[in-house]
């Protein structure tokens, strides 16, 4: 195990000339260094050297040129001569073994990266500057000093271990348990929030957190992304129409698409509904409906809701060719080529690929696995970027499954509105909840003033049929004229069919079997990916929908294994298709649509075998 323990001091100490400033602020005293191991056996680099080591130094014993090397990679160099001949003036290391990084936590991350690999532990000296954990956590270097909320985390599984705290068990409230403990408020929340991401404890509305009935599998949830520096141009549309080409491929084990199976669908009633109309009422629907789409759908929507605290009229409907019409309309409507949108991070390609042709940029949000973007992260952006607007999934993001709290998505539409911020809504997930209740969308919580609410029946109903909608509030002038520019009106007997099916109250009981469904396909899944993928594998924990995204270390790549698993007949989503800067190399998205039987339980233990042997290959290499 590669282990080092750091603490770094940024004084200046008074008098300095700038090439010692610059030296000083890069140094790390010489006693708060402990050690620094290396796989095999310790060096105290402490005792290597009779003054204080700078940053120059550390990357020097590291591997001075590999680092170099990573930091070209990134688009730089070691930096100016001129400077780092000042630098070594000022600490008398020779200019050839300093490299100058845009301020000292990138050289952390760049000294982290070369002398751990990712999962190997670093200790760091309690308190430690923030960035520092950061920059190793960032290199995939885990950091078992554990923060005052980690403390009290590892204090309650500890009890429950041990028998003191019961499943089922209500804990103490959290005020109680910071006045116990000498913490605030906020640390001891922390520490339920973490340990109810980790299943050990389960929270219940208006009454507190309580132990789990049954502790989850062994699998830790995947790391929250981080903010990007800058918005970025996105290029992913020839990478989507591959992935979409493949996975409409039926010899595929199909892990690939998030479209739910025919099998589970209603489909031979919609196919009635939709024969019949067409044999009843063949001339009357064989023509161009309204471009408000057909009435009777309309109507249902709206009454649907109500049932979520919004009150829609038929008028503020607007049918559109599934969600993507929706968000496209949306997205002309609000932003120009060039604009910046705020979007989450992972996110559903398809967006992704709107967002690249009509040549506008994103912005990637830091997203929890669970709670959803950073609301503080989004405050801070739009206090110093112009953003046209935000898009966001409102519950069950694709593809974290991520869903915000109430009152965090009242925070973030509070903030949008003080920034005049329109907010996109993307709810085709929500009706897919495993819980007793629907999550409120974010329109039900601000009236529609400032977000305009996109859905459809695809995930749910009705894939092949392509009807979606959504209530544009304030722009529906401006977004039916570009309706009436895209198409005019959308196709009129999958409407009357959906029409039909809402109206005889079946939806509800559809809704209630898949949900059961979903929440088993995944829970197989999970317990599939467990048992063959490699140990370190992390797994999200959706509430809701049916698709699941994988960590897996740094250096693993799911565009190979796509390419292998492709070979073996399996299709699933490489995790780069979900950035705009391409990030998430290491990651990937299943799904959990299909009904569950061997082929596809087969399909996901072969895909566990190919990610097992691409890392023995890379770890031989290393090795060998």
Same mark, same amino acid.
């Given at each position: 195990?590669?282990?080092?323990?750091?603490?770094?001091?940024?004084?200046?100490?008074?008098?300095?000339?700038?090439?010692?400033?610059?030296?000083?602020?890069?140094?790390?005293?010489?006693?708060?260094?402990?050690?620094?191991?290396?796989?095999?056996?310790?060096?105290?680099?402490?005792?290597?050297?009779?003054?204080?080591?700078?940053?120059?130094?550390?990357?020097?014993?590291?591997?001075?040129?590999?680092?170099?090397?990573?930091?070209?990679?990134?688009?730089?160099?070691?930096?100016?001569?001129?400077?780092?001949?000042?630098?070594?003036?000022?600490?008398?290391?020779?200019?050839?073994?300093?490299?100058?990084?845009?301020?000292?936590?990138?050289?952390?991350?760049?000294?982290?990266?070369?002398?751990?690999?990712?999962?190997?532990?670093?200790?760091?000296?309690?308190?430690?500057?923030?960035?520092?954990?950061?920059?190793?956590?960032?290199?995939?270097?885990?950091?078992?000093?554990?923060?005052?909320?980690?403390?009290?985390?590892?204090?309650?599984?500890?009890?429950?271990?041990?028998?003191?705290?019961?499943?089922?068990?209500?804990?103490?409230?959290?005020?109680?348990?910071?006045?116990?403990?000498?913490?605030?408020?906020?640390?001891?929340?922390?520490?339920?929030?973490?340990?109810?991401?980790?299943?050990?404890?389960?929270?219940?509305?208006?009454?507190?957190?309580?132990?789990?009935?049954?502790?989850?599998?062994?699998?830790?949830?995947?790391?929250?992304?981080?903010?990007?520096?800058?918005?970025?141009?996105?290029?992913?549309?020839?990478?989507?129409?591959?992935?979409?080409?493949?996975? +409409?491929? *039926?010899?595929?084990? &199909? #892990? !690939?698409? $998030?479209?739910?199976? /025919?099998?589970?669908?209603?489909?031979?009633?919609?196919?009635?509904?939709?024969?019949?109309?067409?044999?009843?009422?063949?001339?009357?629907?064989?023509?161009?409906?309204?471009?408000?789409?057909?009435?009777?759908?309309?109507?249902?929507?709206?009454?649907?809701?109500?049932?979520?605290?919004?009150?829609?009229?038929?008028?503020?409907?607007?049918?559109?060719?599934?969600?993507?019409?929706?968000?496209?309309?949306?997205?002309?409507?609000?932003?120009?080529?060039?604009?910046?949108?705020?979007?989450?991070?992972?996110?559903?390609?398809?967006?992704?690929?709107?967002?690249?042709?009509?040549?506008?940029?994103?912005?990637?949000?830091?997203?929890?696995?669970?709670?959803?973007?950073?609301?503080?992260?989004?405050?801070?952006?739009?206090?110093?970027?112009?953003?046209?607007?935000?898009?966001? +999934?409102? *519950?069950?993001?694709? &593809? #974290? !499954?991520? $869903?915000?709290?109430? /009152?965090?998505?009242?925070?973030?539409?509070?903030?949008?509105?003080?920034?005049?911020v329109p907010l996109i809504e993307d709810d085709v997930y929500g009706d897919i909840h495993f819980g007793r209740e629907r999550p409120k969308p974010f329109i039900a919580l601000d009236g529609g003033a400032n977000t305009i609410y996109c859905s459809s029946f695809s995930k749910s109903l009705a894939p092949g049929y392509r009807v979606g909608w959504m209530a544009a509030g304030a722009y529906t002038q401006q977004v039916m004229e570009r309706k009436l520019a895209f198409s005019l009106c959308s196709p009129v007997l999958p409407q009357v069919a959906l029409a039909d099916f809402l109206e005889s109250g079946s939806y509800d009981s559809h809704l209630r079997g898949i949900r059961r469904i979903f929440e088993e396909n995944l829970a197989r899944m999970t317990q599939t990916i467990e048992a063959s993928f490699p140990a370190d594998t992390k797994v999200s924990r959706p509430a809701g929908g049916f698709v699941l995204w994988l960590e897996l270390p740094r250096r693993f790549d799911s565009r190979a294994l796509f390419d292998e698993a492709l070979e073996q007949g399996i299709c699933f989503a490489p995790g780069d298709v979900f950035s705009a800067s391409r990030r998430f190399r290491n990651c990937l998205r299943l799904s959990a649509?299909?009904?569950?039987?061997?082929?596809?339980?087969?399909?996901?233990?072969?895909?566990?075998?190919?990610?097992?042997?691409?890392?023995?290959?890379?770890?031989?290499?290393?090795?060998?």
């Open positions: 195990m590669n282990s080092f323990q750091q603490n770094f001091d940024e004084r200046q100490r008074p008098g300095f000339n700038e090439a010692n400033s610059l030296a000083w602020r890069g140094r790390f005293p010489r006693n708060e260094i402990i050690s620094l191991l290396d796989v095999n056996r310790p060096f105290n680099l402490a005792e290597s050297t009779s003054q204080d080591l700078t940053v120059g130094e550390l990357l020097g014993l590291a591997g001075l040129d590999r680092i170099r090397d990573l930091k070209l990679g990134y688009g730089t160099s070691a930096g100016s001569l001129a400077l780092r001949e000042a630098i070594s003036e000022g600490c008398g290391v020779p200019a050839g073994q300093i490299i100058t990084t845009q301020g000292t936590a990138l050289g952390l991350f760049l000294l982290a990266f070369e002398v751990c690999r990712s999962g190997d532990e670093a200790v760091l000296a309690t308190p430690c500057f923030p960035p520092s954990r950061d920059c190793l956590l960032g290199a995939g270097v885990d950091t078992p000093t554990p923060y005052r909320y980690e403390q009290l985390a590892e204090l309650i599984v500890a009890m429950i271990d041990k028998g003191a705290l019961a499943a089922g068990m209500r804990l103490p409230s959290v005020r109680a348990v910071s006045e116990q403990h000498g913490i605030s408020i906020s640390t001891a929340l922390q520490a339920y929030r973490l340990l109810e991401d980790r299943g050990v404890l389960v929270a219940r509305p208006q009454s507190g957190f309580y132990v789990a009935a049954a502790r989850r599998g062994a699998l830790a949830l995947p790391s929250a992304s981080r903010a990007r520096a800058k918005a970025s141009t996105v290029s992913i549309s020839g990478a989507v129409t591959a992935l979409l080409e493949h996975a +409409s491929n *039926s010899a595929l084990v &199909p #892990l !690939g698409c $998030a479209v739910p199976d /025919a099998a589970l669908l209603q489909s031979k009633r919609l196919d009635l509904a939709l024969a019949r109309a067409a044999r009843q009422h063949g001339t009357r629907y064989n023509t161009y409906c309204a471009p408000h789409g057909e009435p009777r759908l309309r109507r249902e929507i709206a009454k649907r809701a109500m049932r979520v605290g919004h009150t829609l009229s038929p008028d503020d409907v607007l049918v559109t060719c599934g969600c993507t019409e929706a968000l496209t309309l949306a997205l002309t409507t609000v932003a120009t080529r060039g604009d910046t949108i705020a979007i989450e991070s992972p996110t559903y390609f398809g967006l992704l690929h709107t967002i690249e042709m009509l040549g506008l940029k994103a912005f990637e949000l830091p997203t929890h696995p669970t709670r959803g973007i950073d609301v503080g992260a989004l405050t801070r952006l739009l206090d110093t970027e112009p953003v046209a607007a935000c898009v966001l +999934s409102s *519950s069950f993001n694709n &593809p #974290l !499954g991520s $869903a915000m709290t109430e /009152a965090d998505k009242r925070a973030l539409l509070a903030v949008l509105a003080r920034h005049a649509g299909h009904a569950w039987d061997d082929r596809i339980e087969d399909g996901v233990r072969r895909l566990g075998r190919l990610a097992r042997a691409q890392l023995a290959r890379q770890e031989a290499l290393v090795n060998g």
